[in-house]
């Protein structure tokens, strides 16, 4: 049985080219419809709002209709939130959310309440960690909420966020000894199926082992079928979103995930790992084990942190240490690999990658500078914007505007 709405509708109806409705936006994997938008601006250049925050965070907003939601930790006070502010101004207009004291482990650069928010227009869903998976209304009133699932565990803390998809919630619970993929029912939190994978090794011991992933789910038509697809340490695999049922798997990846996943308009997917990272290439919609059918394999690559994007048959990423890469789609090759800023602490990037539809990327680094760059084989940045505090989330893009979350303030770039 298909979803209510359709997967095969999702990619084109979830939601207009003026909403940003989940991390990755509306296509969930950093792609806008839209062009033209701000290159430059600074503290007051090109500047909308500005509004405080109460605490830093890591976490991307979220942008749909007038309102723009993020989520926020107030570390002293044990509180996780969800905030909405008015599009226009600034202004905030509610908080919704719970509190939870007990100890939950996390590197220090990971607040938190790093997961993003997701909406289908009238429900939000939010991922709190060990404190649960919630839901409101679009004013913040509470529908349903799902605090059974256990506890997160793991040395570098949890940052995972929730997926909306027709009438269903899709959700990588981890990383950690639990590691599960989860579909919840979005009117009541229902659990529909789950899919369990081994997990374990926080990276606490003194052998200093770890894995996990913190990949979020891609939704994909593949021919007459749709498919749910997910990167695990070890290898990549694709679900059937209805039911929960492996359709395929890769064998190819490391044991730590940070990227989540990528699919060309040929559908072959594209997945990396982190730390100590591998990379692999696959053509979607086979069944079984289809590691012998990879199109590449690449044994080594550089740290990132950040998911990239795909434009004409080339991959862009930013790595760690703030360096654009170029590779080819078909070989896998590298093709440019380019330091934007530094080196340096500051130039340090662990945003992901946004494409606008004139082929143009934007991300920032912790430094607090947001970079604007051509998608082609060669290098061409077309502007470096500061706005002077630490940036760890990435970009949110809604009718021309820009919407960045700093550790000090949430920014509305563009024209008022």
Not at 27 to 36: A, F, K, L
Not at 167 to 187: I, M, Q
């Amino acid at each position: 049985m298909k979803l209510i709405l359709s997967l095969s509708l999702l990619l084109s109806s979830i939601a207009p080219a003026a909403d940003w409705p989940m991390w990755r936006g509306p296509n969930g994997d950093g792609t806008t419809t839209e062009s033209g938008l701000p290159e430059k601006w600074s503290t007051t250049e090109n500047v909308v709002w500005k509004t405080e925050l109460p605490d830093r965070g890591n976490s991307t907003p979220i942008v749909w209709g007038d309102k723009v939601f993020v989520t926020q930790a107030i570390e002293k006070a044990g509180r996780r939130l969800l905030l909405c502010f008015d599009r226009k101004t600034g202004r905030q207009l509610w908080e919704a959310g719970t509190s939870y004291n007990e100890a939950e482990l996390t590197h220090a650069t990971n607040p938190y309440c790093g997961a993003s928010p997701a909406t289908d227009g009238k429900l939000i869903v939010v991922f709190f960690a060990s404190a649960g998976v919630f839901c409101y209304d679009l004013d913040g009133k509470e529908v349903w909420k799902r605090t059974d699932l256990g506890k997160q565990h793991h040395i570098w803390g949890n940052g995972t966020s929730p997926v909306i998809a027709g009438d269903r919630v899709f959700l990588n619970f981890g990383p950690g000894e639990k590691t599960t993929l989860y579909a919840f029912d979005l009117k009541s939190g229902k659990t529909l199926w789950q899919h369990d994978e081994p997990g374990g090794a926080s990276g606490e011991g003194a052998d200093k082992k770890w894995l996990g992933s913190w990949a979020d789910p891609l939704f994909r038509i593949v021919g007459a079928r749709d498919e749910l697809i997910l990167p695990y340490p070890g290898h990549v695999a694709a679900f059937d979103p209805t039911s929960g049922k492996e359709l395929w798997t890769c064998a190819g990846l490391n044991p730590l995930v940070y990227n989540s996943p990528l699919m060309t308009p040929e559908n072959v997917v594209i997945a990396f790992g982190g730390y100590g990272g591998m990379g692999v290439a696959v053509k979607a919609g086979g069944s079984g084990d289809v590691t012998s059918e990879r199109l590449w394999h690449l044994p080594k690559v550089s740290q990132r942190i950040g998911s990239g994007v795909i434009h004409e048959g080339h991959h862009y990423i930013l790595s760690d240490g703030g360096i654009v890469e170029c590779r080819d789609l078909k070989t896998g090759e590298m093709l440019f690999n380019e330091r934007l800023k530094g080196p340096g602490p500051s130039s340090q990037n662990w945003s992901s990658l946004v494409l606008s539809a004139d082929g143009k990327c934007y991300a920032s680094n912790q430094g607090g500078d947001c970079f604007v760059f051509k998608a082609s084989t060669t290098l061409e940045l077309l502007a470096t914007n500061s706005l002077g505090e630490r940036i760890i989330g990435s970009i949110a893009v809604s009718d021309g505007q820009l919407f960045i979350r700093g550790y000090k303030h949430l920014w509305c770039i563009g024209k008022k």
